[in-house]
C-alpha cells in the first residue's frame, strides 16, 4: 500500500490533514524515519492543566498519524508499532503525574509516610498490556495507583496522603482520558484495582498486600503478571510484594481449577454468536493466545523465574526455550498473534475506534484485506482463519480435560474397602494376588490421620486419584507390588496440594508413572523421596531425549543466576537440578535407551557439573562474587575418577591447593569444608551426594585439604601400595585446570 492509499484508507489520517495540515506535512515529511525518542517526544512547560492536556494530545496525534503511516506503507514493523504506543503512555503518564503531584503539593504540601517521614509518590501500575508493552494503535490504558505509606502531607492545607493521592489519581484520569477538542491521549480503565470500582481510586502498599492476601482470586494473579510501574522510585519494593501472589514458590498446579474456570469462561464468551467476528475476544482470538501463555507462567514462573516475562512474544521464546510449549505450537501461536495484531491495528487505523470487530460490509473487507497486503478479500479470510483454527487448537488442548470416570469397582472398592465377595473377586480378576491385604492397606489409609486431616480439596482430589492409580497398576506386570509403590507416593505428597493437582489434571502422568514404578523400586523409592521430580514426567519429549552436558551446563547456570544473592536457594536449586537430571538418566536406562558405559559417562559428567559449581558457589560466598578463581583443584578418586558412577554411588574426594600464602591452608580448609557440607547436608530440597574423604593423605586422621607440595612429598616418601594403587584412577574433577 503507498501513502496516497494508506491516507484514503484512514479517516483518522484524513481527519488530521483536513484539521491541522502543518502537522499533517511535517509528519509526511519525516515518514522515512522511526519515531525518535525521546528527543520527537519533548514537550514545553505547561503553563496550567489546560495546556498540558493540549500538548500531551498533540503528541498523540503525531505519534500515531506517523506510527500508522509508516504501518500501513510497510516502513515499520509490528514491534516498532507496539512500543511507540506504549512510550507514548509511559511518557505521557510520567509527565502528567510529575506536574499535578506538582501543582498539588503548592496547596497542600509534600505528602509525607507516617512510618519513614520521608516524601511519598503516587505510583502508576501499567497493567495488561501496558504493562507488558505491547499496546495497541486505539488502546485504553489499565491502571492501578498505589503509594507506599498513608500519612498527611506538610504544607498549608493538610490533607491525609489518601486523599492527595486520591485527587492526584482523578487528575491524572482527566488529563489522559478526558475528550477534549484535540481528542484523548488514552482511555483509562481503573477496574483492575483493589475491590474494582467499588474501591478506593488508589491503595497503600500495606492496603494493596492485605487485599491480595485476603481477596485475590486467580483472575487476579492472572492480570497482575504483567504489571509494571511507571511511576515513583519504589518499584522493586512493589514488585516485591506483588510477585509471591503470582508466582506461587514451586509448580503451581493448584491454580489450575481456578485457570480452568477463566477458560471455560473465555471459550463459552468466544463461542457466542456476537462475538464470532471478534478477533480478539472471539474463538481463536488475541486473547486466547494471551492466555496460554500467561497461564503457563502462572503455573510454572515460581519455580522458574526465567518465565517470569512481561510481554507475549517474549514469554512465548522463554516457554519455548524451557521446554514448556513445543517449538512447533509456539511458532503458530507466534505468527498468529503477529498477524492477528497487525489486523487489529489495521481496523483501529481506519476511525481511531478501539474494535476488534471484522466488518461486515464488503467494501470494508475489501479496503481492510488491501491494507493486511492482500488482493482480495477471499485470500484474507482464508489465512485468517487457518490462523484463529491453529489458536483455538491450541486453546482448546490448554487444559485436557481431567478424567473424572474412573473404574466404579476399583472407586466402591477404596470408598468402602471392606472385604466381601463381590471387592475380593474383583481385585482378583485384575490380577492383584493378595486382595485380603490390599484391603487392610486401603482401610488403614482412610482411617489414617494423614488422610482424614487433608483438607476438603485435597480429599477430594486423593480420592478421585486411588481408583485411578489402582487401574494403573492392574495393567502392570506385578499389580500388587505397583499399586503399593503407588499409593506410598501418594500418601507422601498428600499433604502438598499442588502435587496432587498435578497428578489430577495430567491424566497421562499416571501410566508413565505406573510404568515407572512397575519397572524398579529403587525408581520408585527415589521419586517418593523426592516428588518435585513429578514434574518431569510432564513432557516425555524432553524426558526421554539423551542429554547434551553442554546444555547441562548452560541450564545449570541460568537456574543459579535467578537465585544470585540467595545462597540457601542456589544450593537448594543445585540439589534439584541434579535430582532431575539423575531421574531423567533413570527413565531413560529403564526404557532401554542406554549402554551401562554411557550412563556411567552421564552420571559421572553430571557429578563433575555439580562439583564444579559447587566449588564456584561455596569461593563466592566466603570471597564475594567478584573474587578471582582460587588456586583449588577437585581431585575424583573411585568409580567417579574411573566415570564409572552408579545411581547410589558416593563420590571419593581429595582437595588440593597451590597458594603460598601463609593464610592459605586454614582459607581453602574452611572452602573445602564449606563444599562437603553443601554436597554431603540432608535438607528439605534432599541431598547431593554422600562424599568420601579417607583417600586424602594420612586418611581420615590427615587434613581436609593438602597443598600441590605436600601432596607430591607425601605420595613419593609415605603414600601405602594401595594408594598408589588408587591414583590409577584419580583424575582432575574440577576447579583450577593448570592444577
Given at each position: 500500500?503507498?501513502?496516497?492509499?494508506?491516507i484514503?484508507?484512514?479517516?483518522y489520517?484524513?481527519?488530521?490533514?483536513?484539521?491541522?495540515p502543518?502537522?499533517?506535512?511535517?509528519?509526511?515529511?519525516?515518514?522515512?524515519?522511526?519515531?525518535?525518542?525521546?528527543?520527537?517526544?519533548?514537550?514545553?512547560?505547561?503553563?496550567?492543566?489546560?495546556?498540558?492536556?493540549?500538548?500531551?494530545?498533540e503528541?498523540?496525534?503525531?505519534?500515531?498519524?506517523?506510527t500508522?503511516?509508516?504501518?500501513l506503507?510497510?516502513?515499520?514493523?509490528?514491534a516498532?508499532?507496539?512500543?511507540?504506543?506504549?512510550r507514548?503512555?509511559?511518557?505521557?503518564?510520567?509527565?502528567?503525574?510529575a506536574?499535578?503531584?506538582?501543582?498539588?503539593?503548592?496547596?497542600?504540601?509534600?505528602?509525607?509516610?507516617?512510618?519513614?517521614?520521608?516524601?511519598?509518590?503516587?505510583?502508576?501500575?501499567g497493567?495488561?498490556?501496558?504493562?507488558?508493552?505491547?499496546?495497541?494503535?486505539s488502546?485504553?490504558?489499565d491502571?492501578?495507583?498505589?503509594?507506599?505509606?498513608d500519612?498527611?502531607?506538610?504544607g498549608?492545607?493538610?490533607?491525609s496522603?489518601?486523599?492527595?493521592?486520591?485527587?492526584?489519581?482523578?487528575?491524572?484520569?482527566?488529563?489522559?482520558g478526558d475528550t477534549t477538542?484535540?481528542?484523548?491521549?488514552?482511555?483509562?480503565?481503573?477496574?483492575?484495582?483493589?475491590y474494582?470500582?467499588?474501591?478506593?481510586?488508589c491503595?497503600?502498599?500495606?492496603?494493596?498486600?492485605?487485599?491480595?492476601?485476603?481477596?485475590?482470586?486467580?483472575?487476579?494473579?492472572?492480570?497482575?503478571?504483567?504489571?509494571?510501574?511507571?511511576?515513583?522510585?519504589?518499584?522493586?519494593?512493589?514488585g516485591?510484594?506483588?510477585?509471591?501472589?503470582?508466582?506461587?514458590?514451586?509448580?503451581?498446579?493448584?491454580?489450575?481449577?481456578?485457570?480452568?474456570d477463566?477458560?471455560?469462561?473465555?471459550?463459552?464468551?468466544?463461542?457466542?454468536?456476537?462475538?464470532a467476528?471478534?478477533?480478539?475476544?472471539?474463538?481463536?482470538?488475541?486473547?486466547?493466545?494471551?492466555?496460554?501463555?500467561?497461564?503457563?507462567?502462572?503455573v510454572?514462573?515460581?519455580?522458574?523465574?526465567?518465565?517470569?516475562?512481561?510481554?507475549?512474544?517474549?514469554?512465548?521464546?522463554?516457554?519455548c526455550?524451557?521446554?514448556?510449549?513445543?517449538?512447533?505450537?509456539?511458532?503458530?501461536?507466534?505468527v498468529?498473534?503477529?498477524?492477528?495484531?497487525k489486523?487489529?491495528?489495521?481496523?483501529?487505523?481506519?476511525?481511531?475506534?478501539?474494535?476488534h470487530?471484522?466488518p461486515?460490509?464488503?467494501?470494508?473487507?475489501?479496503?481492510?484485506?488491501?491494507?493486511?497486503?492482500?488482493?482480495?478479500?477471499?485470500?484474507?479470510?482464508?489465512?485468517l482463519?487457518?490462523?484463529?483454527?491453529?489458536?483455538?487448537?491450541?486453546f482448546?488442548?490448554?487444559?485436557?480435560?481431567?478424567?473424572?470416570?474412573?473404574?466404579?469397582?476399583?472407586?466402591?472398592?477404596?470408598?468402602?474397602?471392606?472385604?466381601d465377595?463381590a471387592?475380593?473377586?474383583?481385585?482378583?480378576?485384575?490380577?492383584?494376588?493378595?486382595?485380603?491385604?490390599?484391603?487392610?492397606?486401603?482401610?488403614?489409609?482412610?482411617?489414617?490421620?494423614?488422610y482424614?486431616?487433608?483438607?476438603?480439596a485435597?480429599?477430594?482430589?486423593y480420592?478421585?486419584?486411588?481408583?485411578?492409580?489402582?487401574?494403573?497398576?492392574?495393567?502392570?506386570?506385578?499389580?500388587q507390588a505397583?499399586?503399593?509403590?503407588?499409593?506410598?507416593?501418594l500418601?507422601?505428597?498428600?499433604?502438598?496440594?499442588?502435587?496432587?493437582?498435578?497428578l489430577?489434571?495430567?491424566?497421562p502422568?499416571?501410566?508413565?508413572?505406573?510404568?515407572?514404578?512397575?519397572?524398579?523400586?529403587?525408581?520408585?523409592?527415589?521419586?517418593?523421596?523426592?516428588?518435585?521430580?513429578?514434574?518431569?514426567?510432564?513432557?516425555?519429549?524432553?524426558l526421554?531425549?539423551?542429554?547434551?552436558?553442554?546444555e547441562?551446563?548452560?541450564?545449570?547456570?541460568?537456574?543459579?543466576?535467578?537465585?544470585?544473592?540467595?545462597?540457601?536457594?542456589?544450593?537448594?536449586?543445585?540439589?534439584?537440578?541434579?535430582h532431575?537430571?539423575?531421574?531423567?538418566?533413570l527413565?531413560?536406562?529403564?526404557?532401554?535407551?542406554l549402554s551401562?558405559?554411557?550412563?556411567?559417562?552421564?552420571?559421572?559428567?553430571?557429578a563433575d557439573?555439580?562439583?564444579?559449581?559447587?566449588?564456584?558457589?561455596?569461593?563466592s560466598?566466603?570471597?564475594g562474587?567478584?573474587a578471582?578463581?582460587?588456586?583449588?583443584?577437585?581431585?575424583?578418586?573411585?568409580?567417579?575418577?574411573?566415570?564409572?558412577?552408579?545411581?547410589?554411588?558416593?563420590?571419593?574426594?581429595?582437595?588440593?591447593?597451590e597458594?603460598n600464602?601463609?593464610?592459605?591452608p586454614?582459607?581453602?580448609a574452611?572452602?573445602?569444608?564449606?563444599?562437603?557440607?553443601?554436597?554431603?547436608?540432608?535438607?528439605?530440597?534432599?541431598r547431593?551426594?554422600?562424599?568420601?574423604?579417607r583417600?586424602?593423605?594420612?586418611?581420615?586422621?590427615?587434613?581436609?585439604?593438602?597443598?600441590?607440595?605436600?601432596?607430591r612429598?607425601?605420595?613419593?616418601?609415605?603414600?601405602?601400595?594401595?594408594?598408589?594403587q588408587?591414583?590409577?584412577?584419580?583424575?582432575?574433577?574440577?576447579?583450577?585446570?593448570?592444577?
Amino acid at each position: 500500500m503507498d501513502l496516497r492509499e494508506a491516507i484514503e484508507f484512514s479517516g483518522y489520517a484524513g481527519r488530521i490533514r483536513a484539521a491541522k495540515p502543518e502537522l499533517f506535512a511535517s509528519v509526511v515529511e519525516s515518514i522515512d524515519t522511526a519515531f525518535a525518542w525521546p528527543a520527537d517526544a519533548a514537550l514545553a512547560e505547561p503553563r496550567n492543566a489546560a495546556d498540558l492536556a493540549s500538548q500531551l494530545r498533540e503528541l498523540r496525534q503525531r505519534i500515531m498519524l506517523r506510527t500508522l503511516l509508516r504501518d500501513l506503507t510497510c516502513r515499520a514493523n509490528l514491534a516498532e508499532v507496539l512500543e511507540n504506543m506504549t512510550r507514548l503512555a509511559d511518557a505521557a503518564l510520567r509527565c502528567v503525574v510529575a506536574w499535578h503531584h506538582r501543582w498539588l503539593v503548592e496547596t497542600h504540601g509534600e505528602p509525607v509516610g507516617t512510618d519513614t517521614g520521608t516524601g511519598q509518590e503516587l505510583m502508576v501500575v501499567g497493567m495488561g498490556k501496558l504493562g507488558g508493552r505491547e499496546l495497541n494503535v486505539s488502546s485504553d490504558v489499565d491502571l492501578v495507583f498505589v503509594f507506599p505509606e498513608d500519612g498527611a502531607t506538610v504544607g498549608p492545607k493538610n490533607i491525609s496522603n489518601q486523599e492527595f493521592f486520591d485527587r492526584l489519581g482523578r487528575r491524572i484520569i482527566a488529563a489522559i482520558g478526558d475528550t477534549t477538542p484535540d481528542g484523548f491521549v488514552f482511555r483509562v480503565d481503573m477496574r483492575l484495582r483493589p475491590y474494582g470500582d467499588a474501591g478506593p481510586l488508589c491503595s497503600s502498599f500495606s492496603a494493596l498486600e492485605q487485599y491480595l492476601i485476603a481477596q485475590g482470586r486467580t483472575w487476579e494473579r492472572y492480570a497482575w503478571l504483567k504489571a509494571r510501574s511507571l511511576t515513583g522510585s519504589r518499584g522493586d519494593d512493589l514488585g516485591g510484594l506483588v510477585a509471591p501472589f503470582v508466582f506461587r514458590k514451586y509448580l503451581d498446579y493448584d491454580a489450575y481449577a481456578g485457570l480452568r474456570d477463566v477458560h471455560r469462561q473465555i471459550r463459552e464468551q468466544g463461542r457466542r454468536r456476537d462475538y464470532a467476528r471478534n478477533i480478539k475476544l472471539g474463538p481463536g482470538g488475541i486473547r486466547e493466545i494471551e492466555f496460554i501463555v500467561q497461564a503457563l507462567q502462572m503455573v510454572r514462573g515460581g519455580r522458574e523465574p526465567a518465565l517470569r516475562v512481561r510481554g507475549t512474544l517474549p514469554a512465548l521464546e522463554a516457554l519455548c526455550e524451557r521446554g514448556s510449549l513445543p517449538a512447533a505450537a509456539v511458532s503458530e501461536l507466534r505468527v498468529a498473534y503477529e498477524f492477528l495484531r497487525k489486523v487489529e491495528h489495521r481496523m483501529q487505523y481506519r476511525d481511531d475506534a478501539q474494535t476488534h470487530q471484522l466488518p461486515e460490509d464488503a467494501a470494508s473487507r475489501q479496503a481492510l484485506a488491501r491494507a493486511s497486503g492482500f488482493v482480495d478479500t477471499a485470500s484474507f479470510e482464508a489465512v485468517l482463519a487457518d490462523h484463529r483454527a491453529a489458536v483455538e487448537r491450541h486453546f482448546d488442548a490448554l487444559f485436557g480435560e481431567a478424567s473424572s470416570e474412573g473404574d466404579l469397582e476399583f472407586e466402591s472398592i477404596w470408598l468402602d474397602p471392606t472385604l466381601d465377595d463381590a471387592h475380593y473377586e474383583s481385585l482378583r480378576a485384575a490380577g492383584f494376588t493378595d486382595p485380603t491385604g490390599l484391603i487392610a492397606m486401603l482401610a488403614r489409609v482412610r482411617q489414617g490421620s494423614r488422610y482424614l486431616q487433608l483438607p476438603i480439596a485435597s480429599r477430594q482430589r486423593y480420592d478421585a486419584l486411588v481408583p485411578q492409580l489402582m487401574r494403573e497398576a492392574a495393567g502392570t506386570r506385578e499389580p500388587q507390588a505397583v499399586f503399593a509403590r503407588l499409593l506410598a507416593l501418594l500418601e507422601t505428597v498428600s499433604g502438598r496440594s499442588v502435587y496432587l493437582a498435578l497428578l489430577v489434571e495430567h491424566p497421562p502422568v499416571l501410566p508413565r508413572l505406573a510404568h515407572l514404578m512397575a519397572a524398579s523400586a529403587w525408581a520408585a523409592d527415589y521419586l517418593t523421596r523426592h516428588p518435585i521430580l513429578l514434574d518431569e514426567l510432564l513432557d516425555s519429549r524432553a524426558l526421554l531425549s539423551e542429554p547434551s552436558w553442554d546444555e547441562w551446563r548452560r541450564e545449570l547456570d541460568a537456574q543459579l543466576a535467578a537465585q544470585a544473592g540467595d545462597a540457601e536457594r542456589q544450593i537448594d536449586a543445585l540439589r534439584h537440578f541434579q535430582h532431575a537430571q539423575t531421574f531423567r538418566l533413570l527413565v531413560q536406562d529403564l526404557e532401554g535407551r542406554l549402554s551401562i558405559e554411557r550412563l556411567a559417562d552421564h552420571l559421572s559428567a553430571l557429578a563433575d557439573i555439580v562439583l564444579a559449581a559447587t566449588l564456584r558457589l561455596c569461593w563466592s560466598q566466603m570471597q564475594g562474587p567478584a573474587a578471582a578463581p582460587p588456586p583449588f583443584a577437585i581431585i575424583g578418586y573411585g568409580k567417579l575418577g574411573g566415570k564409572e558412577l552408579g545411581y547410589a554411588s558416593d563420590l571419593d574426594l581429595v582437595f588440593l591447593f597451590e597458594d603460598n600464602d601463609d593464610t592459605a591452608p586454614a582459607r581453602y580448609a574452611r572452602l573445602a569444608q564449606r563444599i562437603n557440607t553443601a554436597l554431603s547436608s540432608m535438607t528439605a530440597a534432599g541431598r547431593l551426594y554422600d562424599t568420601d574423604l579417607r583417600l586424602r593423605p594420612d586418611g581420615a586422621s590427615g587434613l581436609i585439604v593438602s597443598s600441590l607440595d605436600a601432596f607430591r612429598k607425601y605420595q613419593r616418601e609415605h603414600a601405602w601400595t594401595w594408594e598408589h594403587q588408587a591414583l590409577t584412577r584419580a583424575r582432575f574433577v574440577a576447579g583450577d585446570t593448570r592444577m
